[in-house]
């Protein structure tokens, strides 16, 4: 049976630009948040803040070596799911951004 209000807070998840920036941004490689800094564009403060939503959420994870802490996706289906929502907006006539 499908748990709806679970669906609709997973889903709320990705209502956030800044959210689905740093999940693209790890789409090809391990980072630390320097470097989602950098590619993002967010404030340091900002990314702290939904590095640790999109971690407790298990969407992220994080390896920490010494004082460097480096995250990546917990799993792919992440950006299978967000490519499937991509493509439904282009056949919709919706803008895509960029690709996931």
């Known amino acids: 049976m499908m748990n709806e209000k679970a669906l609709a807070d997973f889903f709320k998840l990705f209502s956030n630009e800044g959210r689905l920036k740093i999940i693209s ?8 948040v320097n470097e989602i800094v950098q590619q993002t564009e967010l404030s340091q403060s900002l990314v702290s803040q939904q590095l640790k939503l999109l971690k407790s959420a298990r969407i992220l994870t ?3 070596q010494g004082k460097t802490v480096t995250y990546c996706l917990y799993d792919r289906h992440i950006l299978h799911l ?7 907006l282009n056949e919709q006539g919706g803008e895509s951004e960029k690709e996931i």
């Open 25 to 32: 941004s790890l789409a090809s490689d391990n980072l630390t």
């Open 62 to 64: 994080n390896e920490k």
């Open 82 to 88: 967000l490519k499937d929502v991509a493509e439904h």
